[in-house]
């Protein structure tokens, strides 16, 4: 599926810790933990006590593997090992009370940006019932409430997607376990029955549902890291069978709506940037394909709108997000320019209506905050709707600024955002995103700024989460190429006085996260402090390529890049790791780089349980700030 540009970039980022000295917190603020655990003493650099460690083939070569033993959540050196680590983190996050208190507030109020996020609300199309989402740890709990006479059902564990029939008699939902969207269930209003519609067996694959914004069809997406299959069912219809549009397939990606008697299809399939593409409703229809926007080798198309009479194709071009429209009946396209802004992003309006030419969208920028505007395709002119209002915010206390270079895989843009006060030591801290990955406004960062810190954004190809990651990638000087990209990025920003060698920071997350894991083994104190948030699993899937060479290099490559099993006995920079308790990889790694003998570095681990953005923010800042 389609990445879609979110203004958050640490969205989905949970954390609890634990404490083993008594500090100034709220009682129910307090982990639990066993006594004879927290009375151990605790130091930052684990003792490797080296139990039943074995070793590990990979290819050719072996490896030790001092922690093989976290695979067994229920071992108890495990337990006391994780146990300890949290009371650790906890403990840290704890010592400048002041401090924790002051970015509490503070991200509390700006974080006020967001509007609740996460609530989704949606009204039968009768009107009679409203149902909406209650977060819970993380699952949801969607209440289905009838307006007239009060009542609540309760639809439990579930991931919070749903959407209804065209009748109002019932509603389609997925079920969230084993940490992905799994089922999906019909819940009939009338009879209290629940009915099992659909079981994805890939657990490698997780379900989406949504509803063409002409509320004819409903779709269901199923979606992993390297391919997506789309199936769909009349929005009226009462046989419950939904149909695939098109099998899925390695590293085709597409999205599809729906206008009259065809499906509109933005895909990569045989487009590397993506097309959009016209086809018959009917599945005896289809042997023919219309393009309605071809691949192009500078223009990325990413998202889409569409309504009775226009497409509007969201794409990205010389680093800037576009717009350009479509006029279905006659083809004729035109662009919508905005002369006005810098290092912005646009973002389609989640309530479209079908049954009109006009469309709304938004738009933000690094300096500027969230606009909705109306555009009106007919006279081709759009009208400001909304201004979403930021605590403590006036952008001309603020710059923007850009480097783009040529690196080994293309051209790559360097974003900054600083101050215009800004003092000597030149502080940074980076994020990597991908080449359609935009700028948007994000005000949790101003508590960074206006202490101090530079803020850059790497825009290069392979890096954002849903890409086709580069450890998966069959070009070989891709992969090899793409963590020199990141150094020489970081490199630049120092040769044009950015920043400076001693002040660099950077935070990844999921595959950029993984990303950065493999970075600090070629440079393990590169950067003064790590923000690594629940870093992809490292896949060792083996590619069966008729190139045997290719094949072999790939593996090769593979092996020597391994995050865990290539740590050095060096010093490496501070990390924060946010993870899942799942995620054994991660806590093994943070294991491993503070059993390290010569290294002296200060690392925490966080355990993500429950959303909360504001602590999310507020315990990573902490650990920048401190």
């Known amino acids: 599926m389609l990445k879609k540009s979110l203004s958050i970039i640490f969205i ?21 933990i066993k006594k004879e655990i927290a009375d151990k003493t605790i130091s930052n650099n684990i003792e490797n006590k080296n139990l039943n460690s074995y070793k590990v083939k990979l290819g050719n070569k072996e490896f030790i593997d001092e922690f093989y033993y976290f695979e067994d959540k229920k071992n108890i050196d495990f337990n006391n090992n994780l146990a300890n680590e949290l009371a650790l983190t906890f403990e840290e996050l704890n010592k400048n009370q002041s401090l924790k208190q002051e970015l509490d507030k503070e991200l509390q109020l700006r974080l006020k940006y967001y509007n609740n996020l996460n609530e989704i609300i949606k009204n039968s199309p009768n009107k009679n019932y409203s149902a909406y989402t209650e977060k819970n740890l993380t699952q949801r709990t969607i ?17 919070g997607n749903f959407e209804w029939t065209n009748d109002s008699k019932s ?20 009879t209290k029955v629940n ?17 063409t914004i002409s509320q004819s069809y409903i779709l269901l997406n199923c979606v992993s890291h390297f391919s997506n299959e789309i199936r769909y069912i009349g929005a009226k219809d009462t046989i419950d069978k939904f149909k695939v549009f098109l099998s899925r397939k390695k590293d085709v990606f597409y999205d599809l709506q729906h206008n009259g008697n065809k499906f509109i299809v933005i895909t990569n399939s045989n487009s590397p940037n993506y097309k959009l593409m016209g086809v018959n409703v009917l599945e005896n229809h289809r042997d023919t394909w219309e393009e309605i926007f071809p691949n192009s080798n500078n223009q990325i198309l990413s998202k889409m709108l569409l309504n009775k009479g226009y497409a509007i194709i969201f794409y990205t071009e010389d680093f800037l997000e576009r717009l350009k429209v479509i006029n279905l009946k006659s083809f004729k396209r035109f662009n919508i320019d905005f002369k006005d802004y810098h290092n912005y992003d646009l973002l389609p309006y989640e309530n479209e209506e079908y049954y009109t030419n006009d469309f709304y969208f938004k738009i933000s920028s690094l300096l500027k905050p969230e606009i909705l505007y109306k555009y009106f395709a007919d006279k081709k002119i759009m009208k400001k ?39 000597k030591d030149k502080k940074t801290l980076f994020f990597l995103l991908g080449l359609n990955e935009n700028d948007s406004f994000k005000p949790e960062l101003l508590t960074l700024l206006d202490r101090n810190y530079n803020i850059a954004f790497i825009h290069l190809k392979g890096a954002e989460n849903n890409s086709k990651i580069w450890y998966e990638s069959e070009d070989i000087n891709f992969k090899k190429g793409f963590i020199d990209d990141v150094i020489n990025s970081i490199d630049f920003s120092i040769e044009k006085g950015f920043t400076e060698k001693n002040n660099l920071y950077i935070y990844g997350e999921k595959s950029t996260a993984l990303a950065i894991q493999v970075l600090l083994n070629k440079k393990p104190d590169f950067f003064k402090k790590v923000i690594l948030s629940n870093p992809s699993s490292y896949i060792f899937s083996n590619q069966k390529l008729e190139n045997k060479k290719l094949e072999e290099s790939i593996l090769n490559y593979k092996i020597d890049s391994h995050p865990y099993y290539n740590i050095k006995d060096t010093k490496y920079s501070d990390i924060f790791m946010n993870t899942e308790i799942d995620n054994t990889e991660s806590i093994k790694y943070l294991s491993k780089i ?29 650990f920048l700030l401190n």
């Open 594 to 622: 503070k059993s390290i003998k010569n290294n002296k570095s200060k690392s925490y681990l966080n355990i993500q349980k429950e959303y909360d953005l504001n602590k999310t923010f507020s315990d990573m800042y902490y």
């Open 143 to 159: 209440k289905i409430k009838n307006i007239k006479t009060n009542e609540i059902i309760e639809l439990k564990n579930t991931s």
């Open 385 to 423: 709707v909304s201004e979403k209002e930021v605590f403590s915010y006036n952008s001309d206390n603020y710059k923007t600024s850009n480097l783009s270079f040529r690196g080994n895989n293309g051209l790559i843009n360097i974003s900054f955002i600083q101050k215009k006060e800004q003092q």
């Open 171 to 190: 509603i389609y939902y997925c079920i969230y376990e084993h940490n992905r969207c799994s089922k999906i269930y019909k819940y009939y209003l009338e």
């Open 195 to 211: 009915k099992l519609i659909y079981d994805e067996k890939d657990p490698n694959f997780s379900l989406e549902l949504s509803k």
């Open 12 to 32: 989905g980022l949970i954390t609890i810790s634990c404490s083993a000295k008594k500090v100034l917190i709220k009682e129910q603020d307090k982990p639990i």
